[in-house]
């Protein structure tokens, strides 16, 4: 038995077929309709932009993309990329791979009860030898309330 991980996804998704959509030359806002507002973008350098994706899953290896798009005049004028999925490959890989064992019985047997000791019977209250009855008045919520 292990502790249950989490599955960590952050950044944008950025598939194969995405990428193939990209052209130098493309203006920025195509290329911000394509692939969606990007997760780093920089002050210092405006004419970049970076998509980042991590995806930490209990139980296999990290998978960790970046994609690069760089502009000059509105346009793009660069694309670095590593080596994407394709959407079908993508969505496959968020399939839960967990691979669980038989389910315990939930039920005891006869010998497996009698190991423990009989429940206690609960005895009927004497007559005349009541409980006082709880309180139904409760203090107030804000001073000086009474």
Known sequence: MTPYKID???GNVVTREQLAVLRVGMPRAIAQDVLGTPLLTSVFHADRWDYVFTLKRQGSEPQARKV???????????????????????VSTLRSKTVLGPVPSLTASEEALKKFPAPKKAEA???GNTAPAAATSYPPLEPGGL
Do not use: G, M, R
């Not at 690069?68 to 993508?90: G, Q, R, Y």
């Open 68 to 90: 690069t798009v760089f502009f000059a005049n509105e346009v793009i004028s660069k694309i670095e990329a590593d080596e994407l999925p394709s959407e079908t490959e993508f």
């Open 8 to 10: 960590i996804v952050q």
């Open 125 to 127: 209250p004497v007559s």
